[in-house]
Protein backbone atom coordinates (compact mmCIF):
# COMPACT_ATOMS: atom_id res chain seq x y z
CA UNK A 1 0.00 0.00 0.00
CA UNK A 2 1.12 3.14 -1.04
CA UNK A 3 2.29 5.51 1.62
CA UNK A 4 0.84 8.88 0.51
CA UNK A 5 1.52 11.06 3.58
CA UNK A 6 6.05 10.15 2.69
CA UNK A 7 5.32 11.24 -1.19
CA UNK A 8 3.70 14.45 0.65
CA UNK A 9 6.75 15.30 2.95
CA UNK A 10 9.35 14.47 0.16
CA UNK A 11 7.86 17.22 -2.45
CA UNK A 12 7.14 19.30 0.66
CA UNK A 13 10.93 19.25 1.49
CA UNK A 14 12.32 19.33 -1.82
CA UNK A 15 10.45 22.53 -2.90
CA UNK A 16 8.06 20.91 -5.70
CA UNK A 17 5.31 22.84 -7.26
CA UNK A 18 3.40 20.07 -8.06
CA UNK A 19 2.95 16.18 -7.30
CA UNK A 20 1.98 13.64 -10.34
CA UNK A 21 0.10 10.09 -9.32
CA UNK A 22 -0.31 8.34 -12.56
CA UNK A 23 -0.72 4.63 -12.87
CA UNK A 24 2.28 2.93 -13.71
CA UNK A 25 4.72 5.77 -12.79
CA UNK A 26 6.46 6.66 -9.92
CA UNK A 27 5.42 9.45 -8.42
CA UNK A 28 6.56 12.62 -10.38
CA UNK A 29 7.46 16.17 -8.79
CA UNK A 30 8.02 19.12 -10.43
CA UNK A 31 10.74 21.03 -8.76
CA UNK A 32 11.63 24.03 -10.78
CA UNK A 33 10.28 23.14 -14.10
CA UNK A 34 11.85 19.70 -14.23
CA UNK A 35 9.93 16.43 -13.45
CA UNK A 36 11.69 14.66 -11.08
CA UNK A 37 10.53 10.87 -9.55
CA UNK A 38 10.51 9.81 -6.30
CA UNK A 39 12.66 6.64 -5.85
CA UNK A 40 11.41 6.31 -2.86
CA UNK A 41 8.43 5.05 -3.78
CA UNK A 42 7.10 1.94 -6.15
CA UNK A 43 5.89 2.07 -9.12
CA UNK A 44 2.15 3.18 -9.04
CA UNK A 45 -0.69 0.44 -9.54
CA UNK A 46 -4.47 0.54 -10.06
CA UNK A 47 -4.70 -0.29 -6.30
CA UNK A 48 -2.65 2.57 -5.00
CA UNK A 49 -4.67 5.08 -7.29
CA UNK A 50 -7.94 3.97 -6.25
CA UNK A 51 -6.27 4.59 -2.40
CA UNK A 52 -4.94 7.80 -3.64
CA UNK A 53 -8.32 8.99 -5.06
CA UNK A 54 -9.78 7.78 -1.41
CA UNK A 55 -7.42 9.86 0.44
CA UNK A 56 -7.90 13.25 -0.99
CA UNK A 57 -11.69 12.88 -1.40
CA UNK A 58 -11.39 11.88 1.98
CA UNK A 59 -14.99 10.74 1.74
CA UNK A 60 -16.69 13.43 0.68
CA UNK A 61 -20.13 11.97 -1.05
CA UNK A 62 -20.79 15.52 -2.99
CA UNK A 63 -17.45 15.43 -4.40
CA UNK A 64 -17.73 11.44 -5.00
CA UNK A 65 -20.72 12.07 -7.15
CA UNK A 66 -19.19 15.30 -8.84
CA UNK A 67 -16.09 13.20 -10.00
CA UNK A 68 -18.75 10.27 -11.43
CA UNK A 69 -21.21 12.41 -13.28
CA UNK A 70 -18.01 14.16 -14.49
CA UNK A 71 -15.00 12.57 -14.67
CA UNK A 72 -12.93 15.06 -13.26
CA UNK A 73 -13.01 17.16 -9.38
CA UNK A 74 -11.27 20.04 -8.84
CA UNK A 75 -10.51 20.39 -4.65
CA UNK A 76 -8.51 21.44 -2.04
CA UNK A 77 -6.46 19.07 0.38
CA UNK A 78 -4.60 20.35 3.39
CA UNK A 79 -1.88 18.41 4.88
CA UNK A 80 1.09 19.51 6.97
CA UNK A 81 0.31 23.00 7.22
CA UNK A 82 -0.25 23.76 3.87
CA UNK A 83 -3.22 23.72 0.97
CA UNK A 84 -2.86 21.38 -1.77
CA UNK A 85 -4.65 22.38 -5.00
CA UNK A 86 -6.02 18.83 -6.52
CA UNK A 87 -7.10 17.73 -9.64
CA UNK A 88 -8.38 14.46 -10.36
CA UNK A 89 -9.09 12.84 -13.88
CA UNK A 90 -9.15 9.18 -15.80
CA UNK A 91 -7.02 7.70 -17.88
CA UNK A 92 -8.49 4.19 -19.26
CA UNK A 93 -10.71 4.31 -16.50
CA UNK A 94 -8.42 4.72 -13.42
CA UNK A 95 -8.02 8.00 -11.57
CA UNK A 96 -4.94 10.02 -12.28
CA UNK A 97 -4.48 13.20 -9.87
CA UNK A 98 -2.06 16.54 -10.13
CA UNK A 99 -1.93 18.23 -6.73
CA UNK A 100 -0.24 22.29 -6.76
CA UNK A 101 1.74 23.23 -3.59
CA UNK A 102 -0.10 26.56 -2.78
CA UNK A 103 2.96 28.20 -0.41
CA UNK A 104 2.21 29.06 3.22
CA UNK A 105 3.23 32.09 2.55
CA UNK A 106 2.23 34.29 -0.25
CA UNK A 107 5.54 36.14 -2.03
CA UNK A 108 5.54 40.09 -2.12
CA UNK A 109 4.15 41.50 -4.58
CA UNK A 110 7.57 43.66 -5.34
CA UNK A 111 9.46 40.06 -4.93
CA UNK A 112 7.51 38.45 -7.85
CA UNK A 113 8.91 40.86 -10.32
CA UNK A 114 5.46 41.95 -11.66
CA UNK A 115 6.44 45.50 -12.96
CA UNK A 116 5.36 48.48 -10.86
CA UNK A 117 2.89 49.81 -13.37
CA UNK A 118 0.20 46.41 -12.22
CA UNK A 119 -0.11 47.80 -9.08
CA UNK A 120 -0.88 51.19 -9.76
CA UNK A 121 -3.22 50.45 -12.24
CA UNK A 122 -5.36 48.66 -9.09
CA UNK A 123 -6.18 52.21 -7.74
CA UNK A 124 -8.59 53.15 -10.83
CA UNK A 125 -12.53 53.39 -9.54
CA UNK A 126 -13.82 51.34 -12.48
CA UNK A 127 -12.25 49.37 -15.92
CA UNK A 128 -10.83 45.61 -16.49
CA UNK A 129 -8.02 44.19 -15.51
CA UNK A 130 -6.48 40.86 -16.87
CA UNK A 131 -3.64 39.04 -15.41
CA UNK A 132 -2.91 36.09 -18.55
CA UNK A 133 -0.90 33.62 -19.30
CA UNK A 134 -0.12 29.68 -20.30
CA UNK A 135 -0.93 27.10 -17.24
CA UNK A 136 1.94 27.37 -14.73
CA UNK A 137 2.83 31.09 -15.47
CA UNK A 138 2.25 32.21 -12.25
CA UNK A 139 -0.71 33.93 -12.51
CA UNK A 140 -2.77 32.53 -9.22
CA UNK A 141 0.48 33.93 -7.32
CA UNK A 142 0.57 37.31 -9.08
CA UNK A 143 -3.01 37.60 -8.47
CA UNK A 144 -3.36 37.09 -5.09
CA UNK A 145 -0.33 39.22 -4.15
CA UNK A 146 -2.19 41.82 -6.37
CA UNK A 147 -4.85 41.05 -3.73
CA UNK A 148 -2.86 41.52 -0.53
CA UNK A 149 -0.98 44.78 -1.66
CA UNK A 150 -4.98 46.21 -2.83
CA UNK A 151 -5.96 44.92 1.33
CA UNK A 152 -2.86 46.42 2.87
CA UNK A 153 -3.19 49.98 0.69
CA UNK A 154 -6.34 50.37 0.03
CA UNK A 155 -9.57 50.99 1.86
CA UNK A 156 -11.94 48.86 -0.39
CA UNK A 157 -14.56 45.90 -0.52
CA UNK A 158 -12.68 43.17 -2.66
CA UNK A 159 -15.36 39.76 -3.89
CA UNK A 160 -13.16 36.95 -5.43
CA UNK A 161 -14.79 33.99 -6.56
CA UNK A 162 -12.18 31.07 -7.18
CA UNK A 163 -12.16 27.52 -7.86
CA UNK A 164 -10.82 26.30 -5.88
CA UNK A 165 -9.97 29.04 -2.89
CA UNK A 166 -6.26 28.83 -2.84
CA UNK A 167 -4.57 31.34 -0.48
CA UNK A 168 -7.04 32.18 2.09
CA UNK A 169 -6.78 36.17 2.65
CA UNK A 170 -7.65 37.93 5.80
CA UNK A 171 -9.47 41.61 5.74
CA UNK A 172 -6.89 44.20 6.65
CA UNK A 173 -7.34 48.20 5.38
CA UNK A 174 -9.61 46.39 3.01
CA UNK A 175 -12.73 43.92 3.77
CA UNK A 176 -12.25 40.82 1.73
CA UNK A 177 -14.89 38.15 0.64
CA UNK A 178 -13.74 34.96 -0.81
CA UNK A 179 -16.26 32.55 -2.87
CA UNK A 180 -15.44 29.04 -3.56
CA UNK A 181 -17.10 28.18 -7.65
CA UNK A 182 -18.50 24.92 -7.73
CA UNK A 183 -21.75 22.33 -7.67
CA UNK A 184 -22.01 22.43 -3.65
CA UNK A 185 -20.04 25.60 -3.18
CA UNK A 186 -20.56 29.30 -2.46
CA UNK A 187 -21.54 30.20 -6.09
CA UNK A 188 -22.57 27.52 -8.31
CA UNK A 189 -20.16 29.17 -11.60
CA UNK A 190 -18.25 32.28 -12.60
CA UNK A 191 -20.90 34.07 -14.43
CA UNK A 192 -24.08 33.33 -11.74
CA UNK A 193 -21.02 35.02 -9.07
CA UNK A 194 -20.05 38.26 -10.99
CA UNK A 195 -24.16 38.95 -12.31
CA UNK A 196 -25.04 38.31 -8.05
CA UNK A 197 -21.79 40.27 -7.31
CA UNK A 198 -23.45 43.57 -8.47
CA UNK A 199 -25.87 43.51 -5.37
CA UNK A 200 -22.96 42.94 -2.72
CA UNK A 201 -21.58 46.39 -2.80
CA UNK A 202 -17.90 45.51 -4.02
CA UNK A 203 -15.80 47.86 -4.96
CA UNK A 204 -13.09 45.06 -6.78
CA UNK A 205 -14.42 41.62 -7.94
CA UNK A 206 -11.25 39.57 -8.82
CA UNK A 207 -12.59 36.71 -11.05
CA UNK A 208 -10.24 33.71 -11.01
CA UNK A 209 -10.71 32.76 -14.40
CA UNK A 210 -13.06 34.11 -17.66
CA UNK A 211 -13.25 30.86 -19.76
CA UNK A 212 -16.63 31.68 -21.75
CA UNK A 213 -18.50 34.21 -23.43
CA UNK A 214 -21.41 34.55 -20.06
CA UNK A 215 -18.39 34.63 -17.73
CA UNK A 216 -17.13 37.78 -19.98
CA UNK A 217 -20.49 40.02 -20.33
CA UNK A 218 -20.90 39.70 -16.60
CA UNK A 219 -17.58 40.99 -16.05
CA UNK A 220 -18.00 43.64 -18.77
CA UNK A 221 -21.24 44.57 -17.25
CA UNK A 222 -19.98 44.72 -13.92
CA UNK A 223 -16.63 46.78 -15.18
CA UNK A 224 -19.24 48.85 -16.93
CA UNK A 225 -21.62 49.94 -13.24
CA UNK A 226 -18.50 51.68 -12.18
CA UNK A 227 -16.56 48.53 -10.54
CA UNK A 228 -12.78 47.26 -11.03
CA UNK A 229 -12.79 44.04 -12.55
CA UNK A 230 -9.43 41.79 -12.42
CA UNK A 231 -9.48 38.64 -14.10
CA UNK A 232 -7.26 35.90 -15.81
CA UNK A 233 -7.52 34.54 -18.90
CA UNK A 234 -5.55 31.87 -20.49
CA UNK A 235 -3.65 33.39 -23.27
CA UNK A 236 -0.19 33.96 -24.45
CA UNK A 237 0.46 37.25 -25.05
CA UNK A 238 -1.60 40.80 -24.88
CA UNK A 239 -2.34 40.77 -28.35
CA UNK A 240 -3.86 36.88 -28.05
CA UNK A 241 -5.94 38.45 -24.91
CA UNK A 242 -7.84 40.98 -27.32
CA UNK A 243 -8.32 38.55 -29.68
CA UNK A 244 -9.56 35.53 -27.78
CA UNK A 245 -11.74 38.10 -25.88
CA UNK A 246 -13.64 39.54 -29.35
CA UNK A 247 -14.28 35.70 -30.16
CA UNK A 248 -15.84 34.56 -27.92
CA UNK A 249 -19.03 36.29 -29.61
CA UNK A 250 -20.62 35.83 -32.79
CA UNK A 251 -19.05 37.63 -35.87
CA UNK A 252 -22.21 40.01 -35.67
CA UNK A 253 -21.51 41.08 -32.18
CA UNK A 254 -18.18 41.91 -32.29
CA UNK A 255 -18.36 45.53 -33.31
CA UNK A 256 -20.34 46.15 -30.02
CA UNK A 257 -17.72 44.48 -28.12
CA UNK A 258 -14.57 46.02 -29.63
CA UNK A 259 -16.27 49.28 -28.54
CA UNK A 260 -17.23 48.34 -25.23
CA UNK A 261 -13.19 46.58 -24.73
CA UNK A 262 -11.94 50.29 -26.01
CA UNK A 263 -14.14 51.80 -23.16
CA UNK A 264 -13.52 49.41 -20.04
CA UNK A 265 -9.90 47.45 -20.68
CA UNK A 266 -7.47 49.30 -18.90
CA UNK A 267 -4.40 46.95 -18.41
CA UNK A 268 -3.20 43.81 -19.55
CA UNK A 269 -0.68 41.94 -18.02
CA UNK A 270 0.92 38.62 -20.12
CA UNK A 271 3.59 36.64 -18.10
CA UNK A 272 5.69 33.43 -18.45
CA UNK A 273 7.84 31.87 -16.53
CA UNK A 274 11.57 30.46 -17.16
CA UNK A 275 14.39 28.67 -15.21
CA UNK A 276 16.76 31.24 -14.50
CA UNK A 277 20.75 30.84 -14.60
CA UNK A 278 20.34 30.25 -10.74
CA UNK A 279 18.14 27.77 -11.15
CA UNK A 280 15.33 29.89 -9.86
CA UNK A 281 12.03 30.86 -11.95
CA UNK A 282 12.24 34.19 -13.08
CA UNK A 283 9.28 35.89 -14.27
CA UNK A 284 8.95 37.60 -18.15
CA UNK A 285 6.29 40.07 -18.44
CA UNK A 286 4.41 41.65 -21.24
CA UNK A 287 2.42 44.75 -20.46
CA UNK A 288 0.19 46.36 -22.22
CA UNK A 289 -1.49 49.85 -21.46
CA UNK A 290 -4.61 50.70 -22.52
CA UNK A 291 -4.04 54.05 -24.57
CA UNK A 292 -5.72 56.01 -27.01
CA UNK A 293 -4.11 54.34 -29.61
CA UNK A 294 -4.51 50.46 -28.45
CA UNK A 295 -8.21 51.51 -28.04
CA UNK A 296 -8.40 52.56 -31.73
CA UNK A 297 -6.23 49.51 -32.56
CA UNK A 298 -9.26 47.03 -30.55
CA UNK A 299 -11.91 49.36 -32.71
CA UNK A 300 -10.96 48.58 -35.74
CA UNK A 301 -13.01 45.93 -37.95
CA UNK A 302 -9.44 43.76 -38.40
CA UNK A 303 -7.21 43.30 -35.54
CA UNK A 304 -3.58 43.40 -36.01
CA UNK A 305 -1.56 41.20 -33.88
CA UNK A 306 2.07 43.54 -35.31
CA UNK A 307 -0.54 46.55 -34.47
CA UNK A 308 -0.94 45.86 -31.08
CA UNK A 309 3.06 44.59 -30.39
CA UNK A 310 4.22 48.41 -32.00
CA UNK A 311 1.85 50.27 -29.64
CA UNK A 312 3.19 48.01 -26.91
CA UNK A 313 6.94 48.98 -28.21
CA UNK A 314 6.15 52.47 -27.89
CA UNK A 315 4.37 53.61 -25.07
CA UNK A 316 6.80 52.73 -22.37
CA UNK A 317 6.57 55.92 -21.26
CA UNK A 318 3.21 54.71 -19.81
CA UNK A 319 4.63 51.80 -18.40
CA UNK A 320 4.12 49.10 -21.37
CA UNK A 321 6.40 46.39 -21.98
CA UNK A 322 7.11 44.58 -24.52
CA UNK A 323 7.65 41.10 -24.44
CA UNK A 324 11.02 41.17 -26.45
CA UNK A 325 12.36 44.20 -24.01
CA UNK A 326 11.28 42.55 -20.84
CA UNK A 327 13.55 39.31 -22.39
CA UNK A 328 16.44 41.52 -23.58
CA UNK A 329 16.27 42.99 -19.85
CA UNK A 330 16.86 39.72 -18.19
CA UNK A 331 19.25 38.84 -20.46
CA UNK A 332 21.71 41.66 -19.97
CA UNK A 333 21.00 41.19 -15.84
CA UNK A 334 22.48 38.08 -16.29
CA UNK A 335 19.32 36.23 -15.55
CA UNK A 336 18.34 34.06 -18.78
CA UNK A 337 20.40 32.95 -21.58
CA UNK A 338 20.35 34.46 -25.00
CA UNK A 339 19.05 31.19 -26.41
CA UNK A 340 16.40 31.42 -23.84
CA UNK A 341 15.66 34.36 -24.86
CA UNK A 342 15.51 33.73 -28.08
CA UNK A 343 13.36 30.68 -27.95
CA UNK A 344 10.46 32.77 -26.82
CA UNK A 345 9.86 35.01 -29.59
CA UNK A 346 9.30 34.18 -33.45
CA UNK A 347 12.67 33.56 -35.73
CA UNK A 348 11.73 36.71 -37.36
CA UNK A 349 12.26 38.83 -34.32
CA UNK A 350 15.14 37.63 -33.64
CA UNK A 351 17.16 40.54 -35.33
CA UNK A 352 15.36 42.98 -33.14
CA UNK A 353 15.88 41.25 -29.75
CA UNK A 354 19.94 41.62 -30.68
CA UNK A 355 19.17 45.15 -31.20
CA UNK A 356 17.70 45.83 -28.05
CA UNK A 357 19.85 43.70 -26.30
CA UNK A 358 22.72 46.24 -27.56
CA UNK A 359 21.13 49.34 -26.55
CA UNK A 360 20.41 48.10 -23.52
CA UNK A 361 24.01 47.22 -23.02
CA UNK A 362 25.17 50.85 -24.07
CA UNK A 363 22.46 51.89 -21.36
CA UNK A 364 23.58 50.06 -18.72
CA UNK A 365 27.55 50.75 -19.58
CA UNK A 366 26.77 54.92 -19.53
CA UNK A 367 24.78 54.45 -16.20
CA UNK A 368 21.59 55.33 -17.78
CA UNK A 369 17.79 53.87 -16.42
CA UNK A 370 16.56 50.88 -18.87
Known amino acids: MININKVLD ?21 IARDLVANDNIKVLTEDDMNDIYDFLIKGNVESDKVFQETRKLDTLLEYGGLRFRVNISLTDGVPVATLRIIKKELPSYESLGVPDIVRRMTFQPQGLILVTGKTNSGKTTTLNALINEINEN ?31 KDAVNYHEGVKNSLREDCDILVIGEIRDKVTMEAAIEMAESGHLVIGTLHTKSCAETIDRMINFYEVRDQAQVKYMLASILKLVVSQRLLQGNDGKLVLVPEVMVVDNI ?18 IQSASEKGSIGLINSLSAL ?26 IMQLKIKRDSGMKY
Not at 158 to 183: A, C, D, F, M, W
Not at 294 to 309: D, F, H, Q, Y
Not at 335 to 351: G, P, R
Open 10 to 30: EAISRDASDIHFIVENKPMMR
Open 331 to 356: FVDGKITLDQAKSQIEEKNIEVLNRT
Open 154 to 184: QNRKILTLENPVEYKHHSKKSLIVQKEVGRG
Open 294 to 311: VSGIIRKEKISVSEIEDA
